[in-house]
């Protein structure tokens, strides 16, 4: 446990903290890409992503930076895709809604709300047919189950009994809209459990009980051989697109912000790291997470941009 929840903080840190060097660098105008910032909601990607194997796939939304930091634990390709680097995940050509790592098990993110989902059905189809033992997680906001793509992909995972984590991370707004003004229900998971899917639901911010969840989320897939769909709540301390808060746009209260600060979950994590390691052992930790991102933002300023003809380089349509 003691060194299951180092693991964890290492990625929650490093996640906050490069999320914090882009808010600190971005009015630089030298990352050209549109930011959709993962602040408030990094126990949900580690928490998940540290329990799958290093297998098993994933794919994302455009808010896509704590999955790629939690599944990659590598942050040089990530800072020179959003420089537009040539060293970057897509040579600097995808920018911060499309990053990609096929090779570590982060099969894409996608701008486009619930175009990702059937991406991972596809995937999971594919090693229920090569039987090779992997599990897809697919993300994606509580805006996709607007979406008709997520119903028709739910209901061929439970028809093809498919190995595959649907894992809603749940922050209450589409964009601005909260869910009560798009539901025409009461609850996502009552509406879910009717499907042939287990169910996993829970609001905690505490990274170490999302690892356990999907732990149990991928043991009922494997062995129950259908999908489990994972609803899991959070607060997006962000504005939708953007590095910084802005609470005069009048859609929700500083208070609720206030409400789930308390339970912030790097601090969370923290505080729980102390009960087996010194202040100043885990601040040592922080300076090495530190100097690994500084390192990275100075590779990707200094690396090339991609060459003209890169324009024309892996088009397949």
């Known amino acids: 446990m003691k060194t299951l929840n180092w693991q964890l903080y290492q990625k929650l840190f490093l996640i906050r903290h490069a999320e914090a060097v882009i808010q600190e660098h971005y009015?630089?105008?030298?990352m050209k890409t549109p930011m959709h910032m993962s602040k408030g909601g990094e126990a949900i990607a580690v928490g998940v992503c540290d329990a799958l194997s290093a297998t098993d796939q994933i794919v994302g939304t455009y808010r896509s930076h704590a999955i790629y930091l939690a599944k990659t634990g590598e942050s040089d390709r990530f800072f020179a895709e959003l420089y537009g680097k040539a060293t970057g995940t897509a040579k600097g050509k995808a920018g911060s809604m499309h990053l990609t790592a096929p090779e570590l098990g982060l099969i894409c993110t996608s701008a486009i709300v619930g175009t990702n989902i059937p991406v991972g059905i596809g995937a999971a189809f594919a090693n229920r047919r090569q039987n090779n033992g992997k599990v897809v997680?697919?993300?994606?906001?509580d805006g996709a189950i607007d979406e008709g793509v997520f119903w028709e992909s739910l209901n061929m995972a439970c028809l093809m009994r498919l190995p595959v984590l649907f894992v809603c991370e749940d922050n209450g707004l589409a964009v601005h809209i909260p869910s009560e003004a798009r539901h025409g229900y009461r609850s996502i998971?009552?509406?879910v459990r009717q499907f042939d899917c287990e169910v996993v639901?829970?609001?905690t911010t505490d990274v170490e009980q999302i690892y356990r969840l999907t732990q149990q989320a991928i043991r009922a897939t494997q062995s129950q051989n259908r999908p489990v769909f994972m609803h899991l709540k959070y607060y997006r301390y962000l504005e939708h697109v953007g590095v910084f808060?802005?609470?005069k746009a009048g859609y929700r209260s500083k208070s609720a912000y206030d409400r789930w600060e308390e339970a912030d979950p790097i601090r969370l994590q923290r505080e729980k790291l102390q009960q087996w390691y010194s202040e100043a052992e885990?601040?040592?930790?922080?300076?090495s997470i530190k100097e690994q991102v500084q390192l990275s933002l100075q590779r990707a300023e200094e690396a090339p941009f991609p060459e003209s003809h890169e324009l024309y380089e892996d088009i397949y349509a």
């Open 189 to 191: 998971t009552e509406v």
């Open 137 to 141: 997680a697919i993300f994606f906001g």
């Open 245 to 247: 808060e802005d609470f």
């Open 27 to 30: 009015l630089e105008d030298e």
């Open 201 to 203: 639901a829970d609001d």
């Open 282 to 287: 885990i601040s040592a930790l922080e300076d």
